[in-house]
């Protein structure tokens, strides 16, 4: 047992904690990733390597400390981004611009909800899917998604972007063909 600790700790990752993540959580994950992370606090995030290609926030990552900016820039290799729920409520902008690769974007319950900012998804020409649990980004002034071509589907649950300004989908697929 303690090997099996001491090699979650050294490694950061656990197959079997991964999988309880996503049955706590409800989250579906693509298995067939090779480079997994579960951000479980800020050190998570800073140790994931570039080529990481799943970053997964455990639930109400980013509360305290208050996290009002993520950059996920030097992860352009992701394919799945996941967050639990009640994650970066602070947060006040979410931007993904350009990840070429992403396919799946889910957003838990409650999250992004006291910031007052901006979603914006633009140019990830491969993202298939997009769901976000209710009450998220319930101040958020505007969603965009734009140049999303294989969009298939957006799911936004109960309150989402309430009461946005503008929520823009621009040369999105869903299902156009």
């Not at 799943?54 to 799945?80: I, W």
């Not at 889910?106 to 993202?127: E, P, S, W």
Request: glycine residues 6%.
């Amino acid at each position: 047992m303690k090997d099996a600790i001491d090699r979650i700790v050294k490694d950061k990752t656990s197959s079997a904690l991964m999988v309880l993540v996503h049955r706590v959580d409800g989250i579906e994950s693509d298995h067939s990733l090779q480079s997994k992370v579960l951000v479980m606090k800020e050190d998570d995030l800073r140790a994931a390597a570039p080529n990481t290609d799943s970053l997964t926030f455990f639930s109400s990552f980013g509360k305290q400390p208050p996290r009002t900016e993520l950059s996920l820039d030097a992860y352009s290799q992701l394919v799945e981004l996941v967050t639990g729920d009640d994650c970066l409520e602070s947060l006040d902008f979410l931007v993904l611009d350009g990840f070429d690769v992403l396919k799946k974007l889910a957003i838990g319950d409650r999250c992004c909800t006291k910031g007052n900012g901006v979603l914006m998804v633009a140019n990830c020409n491969h993202l298939s899917s997009i769901t976000c649990g209710n009450y998220s980004f319930t101040n958020y002034e505007t969603c965009y998604l734009i140049d999303c071509r294989n969009l298939l589907t957006v799911r936004f649950g109960r309150n989402c972007f309430v009461p946005s300004k503008r929520v823009v989908f621009e040369s999105c697929g869903l299902g156009e063909g």
